[in-house]
């Protein structure tokens, strides 16, 4: 089979890393951040032209607030840093998910410099804050309530915040857990699924590339003999 056109990471395992080296958890933050940055640069590179990342969950926002500082912290580091670098690749980055339940300024940066890379032809990056499957599915069946029309599966695919992506090929998910938290749940419908046992700052471009190669060997029949 060839390469997936769109992936999606859960990158889960960030606290259990830092756990492990009995530092806090902003530190497997920080180092779940890094490891972000060098894989995405490794799925463009390999030509994947679409990459979602389950950055945080609608849900996680009910942790302590001395880690949602932290990683609101980092945001602001990623959300500034990284503009440059990939409009410099030609990468358009997205944010999906309520931007409305992060600090103010933390929102009204990704929204302003997320911009800045419109236009990128070389791939699309989109980051999943605030996210949540759910929320995001009913807030698309409230909008097409309100405009008063019926939705098909194009017409809903359209209105969900990943509207106008290629189908999901492939989910990954770092951390040993199997389960899909909340992430993309209308679009896996008949995506591949991935587990690593691998922590997230630990799962490298080589990990990416073996769960890329498995994908390749799957047979996808979609309902079909
Ligand atoms: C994933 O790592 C990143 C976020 C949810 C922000 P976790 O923070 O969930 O790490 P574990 O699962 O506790 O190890
Ligand atoms: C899923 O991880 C969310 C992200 C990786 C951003 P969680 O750590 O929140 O998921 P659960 O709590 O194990 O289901
Ligand atoms: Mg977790």
Not at 108 to 137: F, H, M, S, W
Request: proline share 3%; hydrophobic share 40%.
């Amino acid at each position: 089979m060839s390469l997936p056109r769109h992936i999606a990471i859960i990158m889960d395992g960030n606290g259990r890393w830092a756990k492990k080296r009995l530092l806090p958890r902003a530190a497997g933050h920080r180092a779940g951040l890094k490891r972000m940055i060098s894989l995405t640069e490794h799925v463009f590179e390999r030509g994947i032209g679409y990459c979602t990342l389950f950055a945080l969950s609608a849900e996680n926002l009910a942790r302590p607030q001395e880690e949602l500082s932290a990683i609101y912290e980092l945001f602001r580091a990623y959300f500034t840093g990284q503009i440059p670098v990939l409009r410099e690749k030609g990468i358009a980055l997205r944010v999906i998910g309520d931007l409305s339940l992060l600090p103010a300024d933390v929102a009204a940066l990704i929204e302003e410099n997320t911009k800045k890379t419109e236009g990128g032809t070389r791939g699309n990056l989109t980051v999943a804050i605030g996210y949540g499957g759910r929320q995001d599915i009913l807030s698309a069946c409230n909008r097409a309530v309100r405009e008063g029309r019926e939705v098909t599966a194009e017409t809903f695919g359209s209105m969900l915040s990943t509207g106008g992506m290629p189908e999901l090929d492939l989910l990954i998910r770092t951390g040993k857990e199997k389960r899909i938290s909340n992430f993309l749940l209308y679009e896996a419908a008949y995506a591949e699924l991935y587990f690593s046992e691998k922590l997230f700052p630990d799962f490298t471009a080589r990990d990416l590339d073996r769960a890329i190669g498995e994908y390749e060997q799957r047979e996808r029949r979609y309902g079909k003999v």
